[in-house]
């Protein structure tokens, strides 16, 4: 049999970065993840359309029945963590209430933003992932220019945490989500977010000197070689056609597909 027909329809993993698109075309060999595509188009802030247009024809390339995923990154993205309760279950009750605390920690109208929501903690507290409102649009329009299924538009710090839960979530501590020239620092309790702020990331390693428990970091460096990874690092799993050591600038991309 073709290896072709053993792979079937692509996953395009897209990460909108700071500067940067970072693609991989993800297929599945005997339901094992396979990389088969890589590539990156760097653009300048505030001008993405040449680099857009990159990734039209570079997608063009895929199998056809492809599937696109979003991950936006720190750059586009402002987070908070929404006190929850059971009576917030109502989402309209829940929506408002987001809202008028977006308004107050940021001092910006809401109605510019869209909202995407992270699973409540058991106890107390609700990511919330907030993204200019025109940004999901944009990237729904270019899904569907491209022939592609929307599959998904997700901020990274959630599924950077769904990836790595259940490490995460038996420990107390600080989660270091490094992006570009940005990190998000996620303050945790085990299963509970506490807080998160979104710094440079040439602050990281004096605010993680500073944090009690165990912190962790996620990070898109790449670095020139292979090099051995301390304890606090949360690195993909290797497959084929991925090297964690060689290939972080991908790391956010496959982050949920590995």
């Given at each position: 049999m073709p290896m072709t027909s053993l792979l079937g329809r692509a996953e395009i993993r897209v990460h909108?970065?700071?500067?940067?698109?970072?693609?991989?075309?993800?297929?599945?060999?005997?339901?094992?993840?396979?990389?088969?595509?890589?590539?990156?188009?760097?653009?300048?802030?505030?001008?993405?359309?040449?680099?857009?247009?990159?990734?039209?024809a570079w997608i063009a390339?895929?199998?056809?029945?492809?599937?696109?995923?979003?991950?936006?990154?720190?750059?586009?993205?402002?987070?908070?963590?929404?006190?929850?309760?059971?009576?917030?279950?109502?989402?309209?009750?829940?929506?408002?209430?987001?809202?008028?605390?977006?308004?107050?920690?940021?001092?910006?109208?809401?109605?510019?933003?869209?909202?995407?929501?992270?699973?409540?903690s058991d106890d107390n507290g609700q990511?919330?992932?907030?993204?200019?409102?025109?940004?999901?649009?944009?990237?729904?329009?270019?899904?569907?220019?491209?022939?592609?299924?929307?599959?998904?538009?997700?901020?990274?710090?959630?599924?950077?945490?769904?990836?790595?839960?259940?490490v995460l979530e038996t420990e107390r501590g600080t989660l270091c989500v490094v992006d570009g020239d940005r990190q998000a620092i996620v303050r945790h309790d085990r299963k509970r977010i506490k807080d998160i702020t979104v710094k440079s990331s040439s602050k990281a390693v004096a605010v993680s000197s500073k944090r009690e428990g165990v912190v962790r970091r996620f990070s898109n460096h790449p670095s020139s070689a292979p090099q051995p990874a301390s304890s606090s690092d949360l690195r993909l799993p290797a497959q084929p056609g991925f090297v964690a050591a060689q290939d972080a600038a991908y790391a956010f991309a496959l982050c949920g597909a590995l």
């Amino acid at each position: 049999m073709p290896m072709t027909s053993l792979l079937g329809r692509a996953e395009i993993r897209v990460h909108l970065a700071p500067g940067t698109l970072i693609a991989c075309e993800v297929t599945r060999l005997w339901l094992r993840p396979l990389i088969t595509r890589k590539a990156h188009f760097d653009f300048d802030a505030g001008d993405r359309d040449q680099a857009m247009a990159a990734l039209a024809a570079w997608i063009a390339q895929a199998p056809a029945g492809r599937a696109l995923t979003w991950i936006i990154g720190a750059g586009e993205t402002q987070y908070f963590v929404l006190p929850w309760s059971p009576a917030l279950i109502d989402r309209g009750l829940r929506d408002a209430y987001a809202r008028a605390r977006f308004e107050q920690l940021f001092d910006q109208d809401a109605t510019a933003s869209a909202f995407y929501f992270s699973t409540p903690s058991d106890d107390n507290g609700q990511l919330v992932s907030c993204v200019p409102i025109q940004l999901p649009h944009e990237l729904a329009a270019f899904t569907h220019r491209t022939g592609c299924e929307l599959a998904g538009i997700k901020p990274s710090v959630p599924i950077v945490w769904d990836q790595f839960r259940d490490v995460l979530e038996t420990e107390r501590g600080t989660l270091c989500v490094v992006d570009g020239d940005r990190q998000a620092i996620v303050r945790h309790d085990r299963k509970r977010i506490k807080d998160i702020t979104v710094k440079s990331s040439s602050k990281a390693v004096a605010v993680s000197s500073k944090r009690e428990g165990v912190v962790r970091r996620f990070s898109n460096h790449p670095s020139s070689a292979p090099q051995p990874a301390s304890s606090s690092d949360l690195r993909l799993p290797a497959q084929p056609g991925f090297v964690a050591a060689q290939d972080a600038a991908y790391a956010f991309a496959l982050c949920g597909a590995l």
